[in-house]
Each structure stands twice: as structure tokens, then as C-alpha cells.
């Protein structure tokens, strides 16, 4: 389940930050981190170990939520539903 609803956050992340015309660089330093972090949220890999899943903060969630214009729930929310469609689909439910 993590890894799904890691995926589907970088998914979501991605698709809010093109509707938004933003670079991953351009939104990286808006949150004061640096693009290869950020682009591993999206990809939604670690990047300690690139065989687990990415774990943004709290605090990075709310960075990300006020540069995107979404609230915090509503990432998290979409995020845990796509990851459970994605676990769903794999089993062929």
C-alpha cells in the first residue's frame, strides 16, 4: 500500500504542478528544497533507498499544499484512494 499511494502522491504532485505551469525546479525552490528531492516525490522513490517508497514530511506536505493551491487532506485523501484503485486493479479486482 505504501508504495501505490506513494506513487499515486507523486502522480497527483505532478499533474497539480503542470496545471500550475511550474517547473519541478521552479516549484523545488518554492518549497526550499532542491529539484532531484523533488523529483523523487514525484517518482515516488525514496531518496535514501531508491527501493522504498518516498515519505514527505508534514511540513513538506503543507509547502507542497500551499504552492499547488490544494489543501493537505485533500493530497493526502487523493493519494490513499488512487494507491488503494492501483492495489485493486493490480489484483485484478
Not at 506536505?61 to 500551499?66: I, K, P
Not at 499547488?68 to 488503494?84: M, R, S, T
Amino acid at each position: 500500500m505504501e508504495r501505490a499511494a506513494s506513487r499515486a502522491l507523486g502522480e497527483l504532485l505532478r499533474t497539480r504542478r503542470l496545471a500550475k505551469a511550474l517547473s519541478q525546479e521552479r516549484l523545488a525552490n518554492e518549497i526550499g528544497i532542491n529539484r532531484n528531492y523533488y523529483q523523487q516525490m514525484e517518482s515516488g522513490i525514496s531518496q535514501r533507498n531508491p527501493r522504498t517508497p518516498a515519505n514527505p514530511t508534514f511540513l513538506m506536505l503543507m509547502r507542497l499544499s500551499e504552492v499547488l493551491d490544494v489543501p493537505v487532506g485533500q493530497l493526502v485523501d487523493e493519494a490513499i484512494e488512487a494507491g488503494k484503485q492501483e492495489i485493486r486493479r493490480r489484483n485484478g479486482e
